[in-house]
């Protein structure tokens, strides 16, 4: 995700060569890769892409990650078929491209795929988790949506004005130390503004070395010291799920 402030594409990080576990299909207005888990639970958990868009590798193997642990999970195109940015993309021009792309104008594709889980794949309890952009779009969901049990925001922007308290239900926030796009002040503040106000259960958890992206877009291979806190973020989010969904 972008700074608002002072407006930069993503790092593209590694780009998995993966071609994925579900099937791509249509919902309403929008296209979306769904994968089934290997038992059905009723339960289901979308997830939001980061402005890379639906059908990066990387937000599609975590899709299966979650949806290998019992969760029918659901990558819509949220971008409703508009170009995702692309990674040797010219800088100045990114501040444009985001306006057309609002994180927080995103409830008639939500409700669309609420409906296709509840009406066609059964869904009776569901979560959501966003990476980037999509950490941003899950902000704003767990904020208007009481229906989504559980939400876990990876490195989603914080911004501090305006009201990021009133969680409907429990959400996880998941940041790097190192994020050179989202500062650790405002990190402190969004802690400060939950303590306060928030009355449901939330967590922030800040991995220390880290950087953005680390949890999506980066090999777990990368380097030994940054493999166990990609884990523990992936593990951090299932356990989330797991709790609440």
Same mark, same amino acid.
């Given at each position: 995700?972008?700074?608002?402030?002072h =407006?930069?594409?993503?790092?593209?990080g590694?780009r998995?060569?993966? #071609?994925?576990m579900?099937?791509?299909?249509?919902?309403e207005?929008?296209?979306?890769?769904v994968?089934?888990?290997? +038992?059905?639970?009723?339960?289901a958990?979308?997830?939001?892409?980061d402005?890379?868009?639906?059908q990066? =590798?990387?937000? @599609?193997?975590m899709?299966?990650?979650?949806?290998?642990?019992?969760?029918?999970?659901?990558?819509?195109d949220?971008?409703?078929?508009?170009?995702?940015?692309?990674?040797?993309?010219?800088?100045?021009?990114?501040?444009?491209?985001?306006?057309?792309?609002?994180?927080r104008?995103?409830?008639?594709?939500v409700?669309?795929?609420?409906?296709?889980?509840?009406?066609?794949?059964?869904?009776?309890?569901i979560? +959501? +988790?966003?990476?980037c952009w999509?950490? +941003?779009?899950?902000?704003?969901?767990?904020? @208007?949506?009481?229906?989504?049990?559980?939400?876990?925001?990876?490195?989603?922007?914080?911004?501090d004005?305006?009201?990021?308290h009133?969680?409907k239900?429990?959400?996880?926030?998941?940041?790097?130390?190192?994020?050179a796009?989202?500062?650790?002040?405002?990190?402190?503040?969004?802690?400060?503004?939950?303590?306060?106000?928030?009355?449901?259960e939330?967590?922030i958890?800040?991995?220390? #070395?880290?950087?953005h992206?680390?949890v999506? @877009?980066?090999?777990?291979?990368?380097?030994?010291?940054?493999?166990?806190?990609?884990?523990?973020?992936? @593990?951090n989010?299932?356990?989330?799920?797991?709790?609440?969904?």
């Open positions: 995700m972008a700074n608002e402030a =407006p930069r594409p993503c790092d593209i590694h998995m060569e993966y #071609g994925g579900g099937c791509e299909v249509q919902v207005h929008i296209k979306a890769y994968t089934r888990p290997p +038992v059905d639970t009723g339960k958990v979308i997830v939001i892409q402005v890379f868009g639906w990066l =590798p990387n937000t @599609r193997y899709a299966d990650m979650i949806a290998g642990n019992g969760y029918t999970t659901i990558v819509p949220f971008f409703v078929g508009q170009e995702p940015w692309h990674p040797s993309g010219d800088w100045a021009t990114f501040p444009e491209w985001l306006k057309t792309r609002n994180a104008k995103i409830d008639k594709e409700d669309a795929v609420l409906k296709y889980l509840k009406e066609q794949c059964l869904a009776r309890s979560g +959501v +988790v966003g990476f999509g950490g +941003v779009a899950v902000h704003h969901l767990m904020m @208007r949506y009481p229906e989504f049990k559980a939400g876990v925001a990876v490195y989603g922007l914080v911004r004005s305006e009201d990021v009133c969680l239900n429990p959400t996880l926030f998941i940041f790097a130390e190192n994020d796009v989202i500062p650790l002040e405002q990190v402190s503040l969004l802690t400060q503004k939950l303590k306060e106000h928030c009355k449901v939330y967590q958890k800040t991995f220390s #070395g880290q950087t992206g680390f999506h @877009r980066k090999r777990e291979d990368c380097s030994p010291e940054d493999k166990p806190y990609i884990e523990e973020a992936r @593990r989010l299932l356990e989330w799920l797991n709790k609440y969904v």
